[in-house]
């Protein structure tokens, strides 16, 4: 049986391999911070991040971001329940804000439609505070 270890080419000099691992890989709702602290002085520390991009590395710290840094930073929803609502829906604008994130206009839209009708349909405002 061979065992197919997909291992960054950078490794050598990375300053990782020269702290303990667990840092990196911490249990839910623990701090990242030591080891965004220890690729802050990487030479390879882009390296790694495109390295984790390209892999599309869910688990861990790679060139000082987190999974959902990385995700954000591909414009990915960092939640299951935003990976579930659909842009051009007033559920996709709310996930948007939710990320505080700037909305797309079919998203926006949507919810002005999806206000409009809840307005006549209740004679209320707004369904909710904040909503637009």
């Given at each position: 049986m061979t065992l197919n270890l997909d291992v960054p080419a950078f490794d050598g000099p990375a300053l990782c391999a020269e702290t303990d691992p667990d840092s990196f890989f911490p249990d839910k709702g623990h701090s990242v911070a030591a080891a965004k602290k220890v690729c802050g002085g990487c030479p390879v520390k882009d390296e790694c991040l495109q390295w984790a991009l390209d892999?599309?590395?869910?688990?861990?710290?790679?060139?000082?971001?987190?999974e959902r840094e990385r995700r954000r930073l591909h414009g990915k929803p960092t939640t299951?329940?935003?990976?579930?609502a659909e842009c051009g829906t007033?559920?996709?604008?709310?996930?948007?804000?939710?990320?505080?994130?700037?909305?797309?206009?079919?998203?926006?839209?949507?919810?002005?439609?999806?206000?409009?009708e809840w307005q006549h349909r209740t004679g209320r405002r707004t369904p909710q505070a904040g909503a637009a």
């Open positions: 892999r599309d590395e869910r688990f861990g710290v790679w060139g000082g971001l987190s299951k329940r935003a990976r579930q007033a559920s996709g604008y709310r996930a948007h804000k939710r990320l505080g994130e700037e909305s797309c206009e079919a998203c926006s839209e949507a919810n002005r439609t999806y206000n409009r």
